[in-house]
């Protein structure tokens, strides 16, 4: 219908294959590690309530009218805050409220893409990043990964074989969907090498708070010393992804920028959003609440690799993530996950399949499993009842042979 | 700084005049007719107050989760029902839940618009659509409009040398600059021409709630025959702006298409701000809340009518809106807005310069009044001093002559 009135970019953005996929998974009667859901009982309902009435009795009519596209100043100040002791000195100049960090790859897509234009990204990388940037009919270069993120041999090539490239996209810590870190030594050098070849980052960070094993690493921006780095992050994954808020931490100049596209985009972020938001920084300890997130996504973390050990074939590999929502597993060549996921799903056990995750390659052996969302009890059962299928999946694929 | 690295849609959209002009009106000593804002005090919040707390204790875990893109089905069950006393019959597949309707407008140009696709709007038009449309290097074809909003004959003229338009843009309900209303006889019309000349219509509708005198009118996509009608629409103008909630209602096959490019823009509306609006809904009664705001606004459009028969001179000529937030002025052709705003904001009083409405002719001799944002004191102290400028600047005007 009317289909001579669409953009090419329709052509782009389908209704993506990981949606038809999660509304497979959405019956209860599921186990889903599909989905990149925070664990829902740990929101802090109780007190964000307290922080609601406060806000209605003390700004109520500034909470509900049409407020500046910058973003609420007290909570821009909050973030700085927090954007210091993770090692970048930043003013709330620098900053952008934004209505999750997606809003930032959308933004980020309108104001650096041209059609045809290269980003180059890890391998593989955040599906709803390559869908916000194929709007934009974007190209990609995909750069091999390994347990240290992305490797830097690989990007300097990259970088040679395409000088026109606009932008590296990374996320650098407990990468979606692999679960893996940057090493402390390419982070340096992935600046080096922006600098030498005179190209952006765009660096993604919605899980670097969620750290529960090993040693932090400051983020990539700490190292920035041309003011490349622009740096997006997110409450979704330490507070409430309903209240859809995200922030850019960039040069003023690309701000400014951002903010006119903004404007016209949507005018500004959920004012109540914002000050429910700093009002809970204010009021309550958003760190201790972290804590808390860490412990169980740790606990639960170590119950689904455990689970891997017990119950799936040995020929099957995964990551080991010491933080975040997601480990990565990786088949014996011979198996498409896609086939395995329709048995899965006749199993009531469901994951999402790794194709989507790579914008040219399409690895078929790869699945990406969720743990933060999932009780131990169900993570045990779900695991059990997948390692069934992968056992039945290798052994004919053995007796193929 | 990185100029390089932009695409070149931050040609299109500078941060905008508009903006500049509203920094300058912040000052509290300036009585400001600028903004579009809806009337503070008249926002609910005690009542909002109720409906976070219930939404907190019935499902405050859902309210803080992530949600489908498609929006909070009961908040768009209840639309349905309120777009039925309209006389839109329609179903909550035909909606999508947005940030605000000014997402409606870039998710339209999204949609629709390759690059220097023509759209056909109204002279003069909301500046934040033709921005919103900019983004995707839109032409625009202006048509002229009277007190019966948008010229049939000309839009036909222009629908014939434009075969190739892809959407007429319309406001038809108080417009926003010119407070004007398009006649029932040219909303047969209009979908007629659309009919014929196989063009789009937008329908944008923020302020069709707010008629404070005269016969409501069905609106467009009442006569759709061919559901050619995109309408959207807002809580930012009945309920609250911060919150930021508007919809889109149109064919299914658009609505899966703004689905997938609402998904790669924010993944999905703030659940919080659309459970607590629908629970609003579902406790207190919306439709006696407007009748209030009908109430406040007509009073405020009758103190500043009276105002500009008693302040300013005789050859100024003014729209008669009944209803909405604007009020549109038009000077003798020899005075240009932007230099009387420039004395008027010495004298501490502001409006917006007609220019940035055209996307096109930029009539120097207009400008935008907004009357809903002031109490009547501030509306006769702030057009006694807009009525002085305007004399000063007529009798200067007479005497070059």
Request: net charge negative; hydrophobic share 40%.
């Amino acid at each position: 219908m009317f289909a001579d009135k669409l953009s090419t970019r329709t052509h782009f953005v389908g209704t993506s294959e990981i949606r038809e996929v999660l509304k497979v998974t959405e019956k209860p009667e599921v186990i889903s590690f599909a989905g990149g859901l925070p664990a829902p009982e740990l929101f802090p309902v109780e007190d964000i309530k307290v922080a609601c009435d406060a806000i209605l009795t003390e700004s109520g009519v500034e909470a509900l009218q049409y407020s500046t596209t910058e973003g609420y100043t007290p909570l821009r100040q909050a973030i700085v805050t927090r954007l210091k002791k993770m090692g970048i000195d930043t003013t709330v100049d620098h900053l952008l409220m934004i209505s999750g960090s997606q809003q930032g790859l959308d933004l980020t897509g309108k104001l650096l893409l041209n059609e045809q234009d290269t980003v180059i990204c890890e391998s593989p990388t955040y599906l709803a990043a390559i869908n916000a940037f194929k709007v934009y009919n974007a190209s990609f270069v995909e750069v091999e990964t390994d347990e240290d993120g992305m490797n830097m041999e690989k990007l300097e090539k990259a970088l040679q074989t395409n000088p026109q490239a606009k932008f590296i996209y990374t996320i650098p810590d407990f990468q979606n969907p692999t679960g893996r870190t940057l090493s402390l030594s390419r982070r340096k050098k992935m600046v080096a090498l922006a600098n030498q070849y005179n190209v952006l980052i765009v660096e993604d960070n919605p899980y670097g708070a969620i750290r529960f094993a090993g040693e932090p690493l400051p983020p990539i921006k700490h190292f920035d010393t041309e003011e490349r780095v622009i740096y997006l992050s997110t409450f979704s994954k330490i507070f409430s992804p309903g209240l859809r808020l995200g922030w850019i931490c960039a040069h003023e100049d690309f701000i400014k920028q951002y903010v006119a596209f903004k404007q016209a985009a949507d005018l500004h972020t959920d004012s109540f959003a914002q000050r429910i938001t700093a009002k809970y920084i204010e009021l309550f300890d958003l760190d201790a609440h972290i804590e808390k997130i860490k412990a169980v996504y740790h606990h639960r973390r170590q119950t689904m690799i455990d689970c891997i050990d017990r119950f799936f074939p040995k020929q099957v590999t995964h990551s080991s993530p010491e933080g975040g929502l997601f480990i990565w597993v990786e088949l014996p060549e011979s198996v498409n996950s896609r086939e395995v996921f329709e048995v899965c799903i006749q199993n009531d056990v469901a994951f999402v399949p790794g194709q989507a995750f790579f914008p040219n390659l399409k690895k078929e052996n790869t699945f990406r499993l969720n743990y933060s969302n999932m009780p131990d009890r169900k993570i045990i059962e779900g695991m059990r009842r997948l390692g069934q299928v992968l056992h039945s999946f290798l052994n004919s694929n053995v007796a193929n042979f």
